[in-house]
């Protein structure tokens, strides 16, 4: 039995969730459909990009993510309280960030910034930004209808991209967080769409093993390091640890599953 969305997300409160989207159609969000001889494998990019981007504008850190063939995995970490200390200014030019002003379907700074002018003019409104961008949901939003959009656009069709609103799953302590980075991170392995970690492709274990712990500072403004990072909750285990554990646990051939490293 599935619980309403306010039982597992408290507006106000911080937390680590996993996300899951499901595309609707019989074509895939990403990959080659065998059925029309079709690549739709430049969609992966899309949704990276656009995930890194929205986790640089959000109250939000970015743990893990994998883009596969029909669904997006995500793990994060939620903060509403990190947006109530930004000033009037940052918040603005976040939101701004996310919905530019277009003329000619180019982005015209000039109205970008009047725009982020009028926001900060209009406390009610700013009080209302603030709360989105400290929320759950509208992270999510953001990242699926863009994608939708995009995927219409290219498709030439309109209605539903994604099966319905996100899956979303509490993870209450540092133990589950690990264990779901690791399911997540190890999802292209999984379905034998990699061999190697390293050629896992469109997933933040690709991503952390290029960066590496030495070059933690990197990361921090999308996908988030698991240690070092004041700002944001810190998981006990180093990098290197968990990348070990990622590879140990990749190795275990399961019957029910494609692949293995």
């Known amino acids: 039995m599935r619980y309403p969305r306010h039982h597992i997300v ?58 596969m063939s029909n669904h997006v995995h995500v793990v994060l970490h939620v903060d509403p309280q990190a947006a109530n200390d930004w000033s009037d200014e940052e918040v603005a030019e976040r939101w701004v960030r996310l919905f530019p002003v277009y003329v000619d379907e180019v982005i015209d700074e000039r109205l970008c910034r009047e725009k982020a002018q009028r926001l900060q003019g209009d406390p009610e409104r700013m009080v209302e930004l603030r709360r989105r961008m400290g929320s759950l949901s509208w992270f999510m939003r953001c990242l699926n209808e863009s994608i939708a959009r995009q995927a219409n656009r290219e498709d030439g069709c309109t209605g539903r ?33 990699a061999k190697e970690l390293t050629a896992s492709e469109h997933a933040s274990i690709r991503r952390r093993i290029q960066h590496g712990q030495a070059r933690a500072k990197s990361l921090t403004a999308s996908l988030r390091p698991l240690v070092g990072m004041p700002s944001s909750p810190r998981l006990s285990v180093r990098a290197i640890d968990y990348l070990e554990l990622v590879d140990w646990s990749g190795r275990v051939v399961r019957q029910d599953k494609r692949g293995s490293i």
């Open 161 to 193: 991209f994604w099966e319905g609103r996100f899956k979303c799953q509490a993870l209450l302590d540092e133990q589950a967080v690990l264990a779901c980075m690791a399911y997540v991170d190890l999802n292209p392995i999984r379905a034998g769409m």
């Open 10 to 67: 408290a507006p106000e409160a911080a937390g680590f969730f996993h996300c899951v989207s499901r595309c609707v159609r019989r074509a895939f969000l990403c990959g080659e459909d065998a059925y029309s001889g079709r690549s739709y494998e430049h969609r992966r990019a899309w949704v990276e990009e656009r995930l890194l981007m929205l986790a640089e504008c959000f109250a939000v850190g970015l743990y893990a993510y994998a883009v």
